[in-house]
């Protein structure tokens, strides 16, 4: 592994999933020992299918309960029913809400089912306030560069919203999704302004289809065109790429 800086961003480029998977998800164990009762913000994505699966197959041997966890997911489609096959809250008790000893009333997932998905906005801000801040925040990185559904252009204060998707965030979600659904054109999401709130961030990102998306977020300048690059700003942030992922940066 190798580390280098990029503003105030701490960046640790990995040889492979197979180191980096576990490096990150100690990150969250370790965390979680130090502050049993964390409150994380949690991300979905394919690229945290092997992660979770590390956290529930290590969490008992490290010593690690998630019993007074409280956890906030950075998304979920909209409208989409929570027992759909392709919602994220189907995702997260999958992968691994089932797996861990999580109380599911700490848990909260943005309410695709919402009547009113500002209403639900503004109660899933209030709820994060109410259970102290988010201690630490995963993030996946679409390839665009979005982070949660924060599609391009979409301003660092931002708060928890209602997103239109972009068709290039469509396209690559597709094949995630079970042949007779389409993926919804919007989804709920933690703003940007809510994600920087955190006090601790991890982006994870690997493969050559995120190398783009980790170029202009790192080597470009720091703006809402690049959702990512808003971790430069933060006082506590850190990339875990691979280094297929780390290809089109400059050495
Ligand atoms: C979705 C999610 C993001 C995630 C991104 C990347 O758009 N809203 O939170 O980071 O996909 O997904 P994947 O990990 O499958 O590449």
Redesign the pocket.
Known sequence: MRTRKIDRLTVEVYESTETLIPAAARILLGQLKSKPRSVVGL???????PFYDFVARHYMEEGVSFGQVVTFN??EYFPISRKSADS?HTFMWEHLFSRVNIRASNTHIPDGEAENPSDEARSFEQNIVAAGGIDLQL?????NG????NEPGTPFDSRTHLAM?TES?IN??AP?FSETTSVPVR?L?MGIGTILDARRIVLI?Y?S??ADAVRKSLAGGVTADVPASSLRTHADAMFLIDERAAEGLPQ
């Open positions: 991300a979905t994505g394919s690229t945290f299918v950075l998304d994220y993030l996946g990185m679409g390839r979005h982070i949660g559904f998707l965030t690559a979600n995630l989804a999401t990102a493969g289809e995120k």
